[in-house]
């Protein structure tokens, strides 16, 4: 369980960081980018949970508590000292993976086949999945980059791959399931 006594520590005001084994890095740090964007997106995803109710608003719960997941498994590097931590760390698995493969199945049976790319927009929940949509993908950027030059769990790029496809279907789903979808018009304004 965590325990926040104080909110402010001063310990980075000089710039730098901590990560989850203790660590300290420049707060631009790859990894730091990384685990701040999903933070960013677990934002956007709250922002969109304003618009959702039912089922859909129960999906979003758990993919804002799966991107605390994902950002604690990004702030603590070194996999293979796992076994020698204090705790535990926490990190992605395949079934949650698979969960929203699943979610995208059942989302996505209901739509008819896009005829056209669709524009961002439509209901004002479509919309702000659009955008919980590129933020995933600015996220699984910054975690493709990171896993270049230092190890990411493979679960971490896997979930944000798919998650920004459950959110373009989901946005789908948000627009009375594709019937209102916004369609792009080639050259339209030449």
Request: net charge negative.
């Amino acid at each position: 369980m965590v325990v926040l006594n104080k909110i402010y520590t001063r310990t980075g005001d000089k710039g730098t960081t901590a990560l989850g084994n203790g660590d300290r890095v420049a707060k631009f740090d790859a990894r730091v980018n990384a685990y701040g964007t999903s933070d960013e997106l677990n934002s956007t995803v709250g922002v969109a949970r304003l618009h959702a109710n039912g089922d859909m608003d129960d999906r979003l719960s758990m993919i804002q508590n799966d991107l605390f997941d994902l950002g604690a498994d990004l702030c603590r590097p070194d996999m293979a000292k796992d076994a020698e931590a204090e705790y535990p760390p926490l990190r992605m698995v395949e079934a949650q993976v698979k969960r929203l493969e699943a979610e995208i199945d059942t989302m996505n049976a209901d739509l008819d086949p896009l005829r056209s790319f669709i524009l961002p927009g439509g209901s004002p929940l479509s919309a702000h999945l659009h955008i919980c949509r590129t933020v995933a993908r600015r996220a699984e950027r910054l975690a493709v980059e990171l896993s270049q030059s230092e190890h990411v769990n493979p679960h971490v790029i896997t979930y944000l791959n798919r998650l920004s496809d459950w959110f373009f279907v989901a946005a789908r789903m948000a627009n009375d399931g594709g019937k209102a979808d916004v369609l792009w018009v080639p050259g339209a304004n030449r």
